[in-house]
């Protein structure tokens, strides 16, 4: 790097604690008495050409009055300049001793022309700054995805919350509907238990009354359309009954499975009437469609019918075997029942006169378990009045 020369003029204005001054002060010149006024045309000068050779001047130095500036060598350059203009490998194997421990100058980028002004460089962001902005959009978008699942979570622990409680009330809802329905049914059969003489279909003759009166007279007081139907002549010649007649009741409603209501009458040797007997479906005498069991039991099916023709007969009288094949018929399998039919007697006072009261229910199922329809089934009730009539004793047999 070229020096630059001095004359011993020079020692007479620079201290020996000065140094010449480097490229960090090149911008702030200090202005003295020795300083060089440059003209208004003159354009201030920049980094790059703060210290450029002055041009060749012709006209005399009558500015220097004082003659400072004698013997200075116009035409050498300032140390600095050199050292800007050569390139950095130069410039830093050139640098003086004394300037080597000096840190270098930050490089910089673009200074603007404007007296002495610094454009703005651009700010460029440290590896630490950037990874720190990176840190924090992850963890931004972590944030973001946590609040999403949670949102997510909750609104299946509400659909699963909701769905439980809907499932309760269902389950709720649906045993009150089967209570309701079962009160409902129980109402049914204690209603149709209540109102079964005033709920019957049909309208069941007085028969006790046509004791002792002849075939004719019987028919014609039983009414209902009576017609006879079959005349059966009695073969046991032990037996007080003689004849029996069938007398359809034509003029009361017929039933689709068991026809018109039916009256039997029984002749004795006299052709006078010594039993009655009647026989209709469950179901038009108003007792609906109730099990075997409960028609016995519950709703006292045979003692009621006994009592439409005449026969008064206590409640609870009449009472069902335990065991339940002595009334009940099964199928092949042995399993399924196919008919339940058990009949019933007791002895009875009519008018004085000592009788006998019997009765049958017939259950028959054959047609329901081909259907499935409870409503096929037959329900039949029998029911009769004997007057206790001693056999003649048979003629002794001629010698």
């Not at 700054?129 to 978008?141: A, E, F, G, N, Y």
């Not at 069938?246 to 002749?267: H, I």
């Not at 026989?279 to 069991?293: E, I, K, P, Q, Y």
């Not at 206790?388 to 048979?394: G, T």
Request: proline residues 5%; glycine residues 8%.
């Amino acid at each position: 790097m070229t020096k630059r020369r001095t004359n011993d003029s020079d020692d007479r204005y620079y201290d020996s604690g000065d140094n010449p001054i480097g490229l960090t002060s090149a911008f702030a010149p200090v202005k003295g008495p020795q300083s060089v006024d440059y003209g208004e045309e003159d354009d201030p000068v920049g980094l790059t050409q703060a210290f450029g050779a002055l041009p060749d001047q012709d006209e005399p130095r009558v500015w220097d009055e004082e003659g400072k500036w004698e013997g200075f060598d116009w035409d050498a350059g300032y140390e600095g300049q050199e050292a800007a203009a050569a390139p950095a490998g130069e410039a830093d194997a050139e640098q003086p001793e004394e300037q080597a421990a000096e840190p270098a100058a930050a490089p910089v980028a673009e200074v603007s022309s404007g007296r002495g002004r610094h454009a703005a460089p651009e700010k460029q962001l440290s590896e630490r700054m950037q990874k720190s902005r990176r840190t924090r959009k992850v963890l931004i978008v972590l944030i973001i995805l946590l609040i999403l699942l949670a949102g997510v979570l909750g609104y299946f622990a509400y659909k699963m919350v909701s769905g439980s409680q809907t499932g309760n009330n269902d389950r709720a809802q649906q045993q009150a509907q089967t209570q309701t329905q079962t009160d409902i049914v129980e109402t049914s059969s204690s209603r149709s238990s209540s109102e079964a003489s005033s709920s019957s279909k049909t309208n069941v003759p007085n028969l006790v009354s046509l004791f002792g009166k002849t075939a004719d007279e019987a028919i014609a007081e039983i009414g209902h359309g009576a017609l006879v139907t079959a005349n059966r002549p009695v073969e046991d010649s032990a037996s007080a009954i003689k004849t029996n007649l069938n007398v359809a009741l034509t003029e009361e409603p017929a039933d689709s499975k068991t026809g018109t209501p039916t009256v039997y009458l029984g002749l004795d040797k006299d052709g006078k009437v010594i039993q009655v007997g009647y026989s209709a479906s469950a179901s038009a005498l108003g007792f609906g469609s109730l099990s075997f069991a409960d028609a016995i039991a519950t709703e006292h099916v045979i003692e009621k019918t006994l009592a439409k023709i005449g026969a008064d007969v206590p409640e609870r009288t009449v009472v069902l075997p335990e065991d339940k094949t002595v009334y009940s018929t099964y199928a092949s399998d042995g399993t399924t029942v196919v008919k339940e039919r058990c009949s019933f007697e007791g002895p009875i006072s009519i008018n004085g006169l000592d009788c006998t009261w019997s009765a049958v229910l017939s259950y028959d199922y054959k047609t329901q378990i081909v259907t499935g329809n409870l409503n096929d089934t037959v329900r039949i009730v029998y029911s009769y009045v004997t007057m206790n009539v001693a056999p003649e004793a048979e003629p002794a047999p001629e010698a």
